[in-house]
């Protein structure tokens, strides 16, 4: 159970493959024992394309603000925010649709959600005590979607490459570089760069200590 009165919500966004995930789980590194930080990530909150054949799913634009369920989201960031346990989506990427199962999850002391378009949404924006926009470059962006997506998401070369032209670039110009403008903090080079990742770090601690009871 958290401590808090009110949990912290970091929320942070950038072009797939910009580092996201790699400065959410130093985050996690930096906090002290009894801080507990929960990770999420906004590809769970997929709308569910059950029903729907597969040759359809495969060519839905997964980059596009509508792909997302953002009010089960945004409800359940909500219960977490009233230290209410919640049943989490999983994604099954290589079926293009939500799987049968969900991840119970009990309330905890900072919610840090991570996603392509987690800015996109002023619902979503609103619940969040800090927002993160990790700049990177374009090559090192799709050479990490290239890896991932064939290692984890069993896909091929050729398709990453047609679907990175097709929809990723064109949806990052068009939906998540604009959402850069509400950012808090803009880390460039992802990752990579402690000493944003440290001042980042002292923020959080800073409003941890503002929402203690």
Known sequence: ???????????ITGGSGSGKTTIAHKIVDQ?????HVLIMTQDSYYKDNTGIPMDIRQNINYDHPDAFDVPLLEEQIGCLLKHQPIEMPVYDFKEHTR????????PVDIIILEGILVLASKEIRDLMDIKVYVDTDDDIRFIRRLERDIKERGRSI??????????VKP????????TKRYAD??????????????????KVHSVLSQNAK
Not at 99 to 106: A, V
Not at 171 to 178: G, L
Request: hydrophobic share 35%.
């Open 1 to 11: 159970m958290s401590k808090l009165e009110k949990p912290v919500v970091i929320g």
């Open 158 to 167: 050729d398709s990453v490459i047609e679907q990175y032209l097709d929809t």
């Open 99 to 106: 799987s049968k199962k969900t991840i119970h999850t009990e």
């Open 185 to 202: 903090i803009i880390i460039p080079e992802g990752g990579e760069n402690d000493v944003a990742i440290d001042m980042l770090t002292t």
């Open 171 to 178: 949806m990052y110009h068009q939906f998540i570089e604009p």
């Open 31 to 35: 906090m002290q024992e009894n801080e």
